[in-house]
Nanobody, 120 residues
Framework: QVQLVESGGGLVQPGGSLRLSCAASGSIFSINIMGWYRQAPGKERELVATITSGGSRTYADSVKGRFTISRDNGKNTVYLQMNSLKPEDTAVYYC??????????????WGQGTQVTVSS
């Protein structure tokens, strides 16, 4: 089946940058949405950014102007460039892919998560 592996997390100071990567393997339908979600202690998992196989992007208001999502369809890999990081960005970041084989069906796959800590 589909497997997602995240990498690139770590500890950075406020104002610093990190680049997260998520590589998908397995049977990936060509029409899909890849994205990043995050979950901070005591909070629900929230959407950070998504990008469709056609290149359309969405961002949470809290990260607009600071984060950039991109993808390499040939590698089935999605990236999240995070700049101007703030302590409130601290969370476990999860990669997601939503396969869209039809207009009425979808299948979600999740990575194991990578820790991002922003602290002085």
């Amino acid at each position: 089946q589909v497997q997602l592996v995240e990498s690139g997390g770590g500890l950075v100071q406020p104002g610093g940058s990190l680049r997260l990567s998520c590589a998908a393997s397995g049977s990936i339908f060509s029409i899909n949405i890849m994205g990043w979600y995050r979950q901070a202690p005591g909070k629900e998992r929230e959407l950070v950014a998504t990008i469709t196989s056609g290149g359309s992007r969405t961002y949470a208001d809290s990260v607009k102007g600071r984060f950039t999502i991109s993808r390499d369809n040939g590698k089935n890999t999605v990236y999240l460039q995070m700049n101007s990081l703030k302590p409130e960005d601290t969370a476990v970041y999860y990669c997601n892919i939503r396969s869209l084989p039809t207009s009425w069906k979808s299948f979600d796959y999740w990575g194991q998560g990578t820790q991002v800590t922003v602290s002085s």
